[in-house]
Nanobody, 126 residues
Framework: QVQLVESGGGLVQPGGSLRLSCAAS????????IGWFRQAPGKEREGVSC????????VYADSVKGRFTISRDSAKNTVYLQMDSLKPEDTAVYYC???????????????????WGQGTQVTVSS
């Protein structure tokens, strides 16, 4: 079966750091563009970052640019989101998602991604 599992969320103070992991089973993540999305209470799902299947293309939402870094570890079949200088407004449930089609391009539209993890809670609070 195809599965994506996020981990690494938790409670952190403003200015702190977390590293989220998106581990895949049942398929090779190297062949998929992987996006990170987040959803805070009362807000729409927001695309925060994406890495292309080749690993050479990375994109970031303006709100996280310069603070978040997306990467992949092929040996572990895992994509990471390193989050630094966290702010209270980063508080949300974070999801990873895989695009399913050949030639899929990174984009912020959640409905274009086919496979999703269960989400991991990130809370930034003093």
């Amino acid at each position: 079966q195809v599965q994506l599992v996020e981990s690494g969320g938790g409670l952190v103070q403003p200015g702190g750091s977390l590293r989220l992991s998106c581990a895949a089973s049942g398929f090779n993540l190297d062949y998929f563009a992987i996006g990170w999305f987040r959803q805070a209470p009362g807000k729409e799902r927001e695309g925060v970052s994406c890495i292309g299947s080749s690993g050479s293309t990375t994109v970031y939402a303006d709100s996280v640019k310069g603070r978040f870094t997306i990467s992949r570890d092929s040996a572990k079949n895992t994509v990471y989101l390193q989050m630094d200088s966290l702010k209270p407004e980063d508080t949300a449930v974070y999801y990873c998602a895989a695009g399913g089609a050949y030639g899929f391009q990174c984009n912020p539209n959640f409905y274009e991604y086919e496979y999703w993890g269960q989400g991991t809670q990130v809370t930034v609070s003093s």
